[in-house]
Every structure is written in C-alpha cells, then in structure tokens.
C-alpha cells in the first residue's frame, strides 16, 4: 500500500477546478507528502472509480458537479449533515475500503461569514436567498443551523423554491422571483446562489438600494471575485463577502482528515487560488 496519502476532486468536466490549487498550496506550505489531483469520471462508472481509489491509497476525494447526490448513495455510511442536504462533496476512505460522505458546503459558507464579517449575527434578522440549486440547499441548512429566524426564498422556477420550503419546514418562505423592492427593506442578509453575476452570465438585478445599510451581503460567485451585486451593495453603505471564501473553507475539514492537518484559510492562500 502507497504510504504517501494520495486525495483528488472527483467530477465531470473538472479541467477549471480550483481545488487542486488550494490543496496543493496547503501540501506544500505544511511540507506535507501527500499529493490532490483532478479526476475527471465518465458518466456510470463513479462507483468502480471510488472503489478502486479507495484500493490504490486514496485516503478520500471531493466530489463535485455532477456526482453529489450519487456519492451520496454509493457511500457506506453519510453524516446526517449530508442526508439533509441530500448531496456530498468530502469523501473519506477508510483503510477496508468503505466510503464516509460528508458536506462541508454550508460549513464553508458559515466559516467565511464568520471570517470576513466577524461581526455578523445570524439571529438578527430574515435572510433572503436567491436561487433553488445545490447550492442553495446546503446554504439553507447551514442558515437554518444558525439561528437565522426565517428565510426568505426566492427562485426564476418557483415551484424548485416551493420544493425545498416543504422539505426544510415553516421558516422558510417562498416569495416571487425578483426585482423584490419591497422584500428587500426588511432583510438582515442577502444570499446569491444563482449563477447570475458569473462571468459570462447576466447580473442579478435587485433593488440592492432599499435594503438596510446594516444587511450583509454574499454571493457564492467568486469569478469575478466582486460581481456587480456585491459592488452595489458596498457602494450602498453594506458588508459585502464574496464566495471565494466559501471555496477555501469547504476544503478545511477534508485536508483534515486526509492529511492529518487542520489548514488555515490565509490571504496568501486566496492569492495562490486566485492567481
Ligand atoms: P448549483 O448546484 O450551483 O446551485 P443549479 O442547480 O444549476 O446549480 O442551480 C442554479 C441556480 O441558478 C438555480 O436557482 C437557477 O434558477 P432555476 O431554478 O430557475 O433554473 C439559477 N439561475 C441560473 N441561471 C439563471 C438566470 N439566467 N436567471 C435566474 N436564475 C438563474
């Protein structure tokens, strides 16, 4: 058996991930031998490669688009967190062969509020969240786990909105797609989990100007880094995080159990990811 840990993100297309990067700053700045590859995986064949990883000394793998939910279902044993999100991005390996699942999205995403708008309490007030996908969903565990007291959910296909207010419970509501001018007044936070803004993707248009100038605002894009969301809601007078930070923190658990290290998430890791 190879001593030397081996791990990867496993998905289709996965050429732009940016994990190998990050990973690979931590391996080299902890001096650790160990080595994180992309892995790209052809349609059916997710659960043979899991297994033969598993076999040839891969301690675990990220899992991303379009194996989230299906990892979800090969693996032995799931954290509840997973279940609830119904998809995993953190597999650990055990030395027989079986297969943790794990999702550390919304742990990503709580860690790089925490980090960047240290002074921000979830209690405090509704959060709006834009958009119904994966994403979302393990935002809105994470919301719920912290004590945000109600969301507001909104989504271009409603009834995917509609969906997991009924799967999440009664502090979730579903409101109409945007501009959301009078939704926005009353929001303590303002989550994007929509593509728009992405580079090569409209902007997301919502009346940014009539929220409180106490609101925190994030969005999951992180390419650009500011997208014109988050710009709108700086020049407002608002706190405004953006997603890279989420990517960077998600990681944190898996280096760790892979690798043995707890890593910090750093200015000169953000650097080396974004260069
Ligand atoms: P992810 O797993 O990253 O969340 P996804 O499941 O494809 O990805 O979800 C993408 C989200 O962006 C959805 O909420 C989608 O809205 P729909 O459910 O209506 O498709 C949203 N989205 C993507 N392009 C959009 C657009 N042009 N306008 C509005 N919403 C858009």
Redesign the pocket.
Known sequence: MNKIPLAGVIGSPIAHSKSPDLHGFWLRDYAIKGHYIPIDVPQGELAETLARLARIGFVGANVT?PYKEEALKIADDVSDHAKRIGAANTLVFSPDGKIYADNTDGYGFIENLRQNAPDWDPTSGPALVL??????RAILVALLDAGVPKILLS???KE?ANVLAHEFGPKIEVIDWAPLTHTLPDCAMVVN????GMTG??ALEIAVETLPQTALVTDIVYAPLKTDLLKRAEAHGCTSVDGLGMLLHQAVPGFERWFGKTPDVTDALRAAVLA
């Open positions: 688009i958009g119904a996908g994966g994403a979302s989504n271009r296909t995917r989990t929509t593509s728009l993707y409209p």
